[in-house]
């Protein structure tokens, strides 16, 4: 079995590789002002209140001098903090690389001369809304931060300070995030055993932040992380397998697509809590990622924690598969998907629609195929199995009992879903299936 340490970087572009294009409307913006009016602390109110400057920084970590400073440089066009490697940001800190860029601005990996460490410090761009989102999402680390001794699975914020016009929260450095390790493991699924102990911890972040009356909205592979980048190289028994069958096969068994990556560890955490909010009444208002949509946020019925669970178990079946449940880019489209999936929706949502929605439903049922907007549209809806069927084509052992939970994270009326905490209690995350 080969052996090696891979540095990955944990933060990548918005934007997948997928067999469909991801399109720019399928991303949510940045949410400003998502605690809806609740108190959220003096961050909040700073934020708010319009104090965030456009001036240089005023704000610095404790214990920092001003000294030191590389030369003022203006931000990009889109307001992207300008920098170079070798760069102090603050005295405190030295740039070290640039791990990756969103649409909020850029992560980058720099030496704490403080604790002797590696951090990765998001760098918001010097827009206000921007800025606005960023000052609730440190009060958002923070209050997790206080309730979470480090066994909840929440990424540590350490400090955050203001740099010429930018906020700038630090973190704690970690590896790969699972789409990430996904994708330079060419889609290969993660063995179900990792699965398993991947899905417990990403429940137990979740029943955590519901605990606390807060709804992440924005759970996808990209924001959840490895904590640590090692893996190791096993060979690729199903790869094998079809090299036997294939006549005139260039491929050998050498070849690197007979190997697949298992990372060492399974230990994860969650990332990325600019979308959150705490729970009330009237949310309707479009969240979430669109393959990690839930069905109540698509037709506008209003949604609360279950939305969470919902993208659990899409990301839970990427995992076991490789590949997102739902490839695709529109409303109508993706509901038809839900319905090849998991079987006709109830008739008490369709039947409450708003009307944004009404367009997708026709005498009681969806209309599809008939408001398809393409025939390409339909073979992608057709192609799909039934969930028990693909769930059993990527699952050896264990299948009937992740079948069930599936079943119960992804039901279709929030209602009936299963909450974090039961899920947590189900079968499939029963000691005596874990083994590693």
């Not at 016009?165 to 590896?175: A, D, P, R, S, Y």
């Not at 949509?293 to 076991?320: H, K, N, Q, T």
């Not at 084509?393 to 879903?417: C, E, F, N």
Request: aromatic share 10%.
């Amino acid at each position: 079995m080969e052996m090696e340490h891979v540095t990955v970087f944990p933060i990548t572009h918005l934007d997948r590789p997928r067999k469909r294009p991801r399109f720019g409307w399928d991303v949510p913006q940045a949410q400003v002002g998502n605690f809806c009016g609740q108190e959220v602390g003096n961050v909040a109110s700073y934020a708010s209140s319009g104090a965030i400057s456009d001036h240089t920084s005023s704000l610095f970590v404790k214990g920092v001098a001003q000294n030191g400073s590389p030369p003022w440089r203006e931000d990009d066009k889109d307001g992207h903090y300008m920098f170079a490697l070798g760069d102090n940001l603050t005295s405190r800190y030295k740039i070290h690389n640039k791990m990756g860029e969103g649409t909020f601005g850029q992560v980058l990996e720099c030496w704490d001369r403080e604790r002797k460490e590696m951090v990765a410090i998001k760098i918001v761009r010097g827009i206000k809304k921007y800025k606005e989102a960023a000052m609730i999402e440190i009060e958002v680390l923070q209050q997790l931060g206080k309730h979470d001794k480090g066994g909840n699975h929440c990424v540590q914020i350490r400090n955050w300070f203001d740099y010429r016009n930018h906020i700038c929260i630090v973190f704690e450095k970690l590896g790969p995030s699972l789409y990430d390790f996904l994708r330079k493991n060419n889609y290969r699924s993660f063995p179900i055993d990792h699965v398993r102990e991947i899905g417990r911890q990403l429940l137990e972040c979740v029943a955590f932040m519901h605990d606390l009356h807060m709804i992440h909205t924005d759970l996808k592979p990209e924001n959840i992380l490895l904590v640590s980048s090692d893996y190791v190289k096993v060979p690729d028994y199903k790869a094998t397998d079809i090299c036997c069958f294939e006549q005139n096969s260039t491929r050998s068994p050498k070849d690197s697509s007979y190997y697949k990556r298992v990372p060492k560890s399974s230990a994860i955490k969650v990332i990325d809590f600019g979308s959150t909010t705490y729970e009330r009444q009237d949310q309707n208002y479009i969240v979430s990622t669109r393959h990690y949509r839930a069905p109540e946020v698509i037709l506008g019925l209003g949604w609360s924690y279950p939305c969470d669970v919902w993208s659990v178990g899409c990301i839970l079946v990427e995992l076991c598969t490789g590949e997102a449940l739902f490839q695709t880019h529109e409303n109508l489209e993706h509901l038809a998907m839900m319905e090849r999936v998991l079987g006709p929706m109830p008739q008490n949502m369709l039947k409450r629609v708003d009307r944004h929605a009404e367009k997708y439903v026709r005498r009681g049922r969806l209309d599809w195929p008939e408001g398809a907007a393409s025939r390409e549209s339909i073979k992608a809806v057709l192609k799909l199995p039934r969930l028990q069927n693909l769930v059993m084509q990527h699952v050896d052992h264990s299948a009937g009992d992740l079948i069930h939970l599936l079943q119960g994270l992804l039901r279709y009326d929030p209602m009936d879903r299963l909450t974090a905490r039961e899920a947590l209690r189900h079968p499939f995350f029963a000691k005596d299936h874990r083994r590693i």
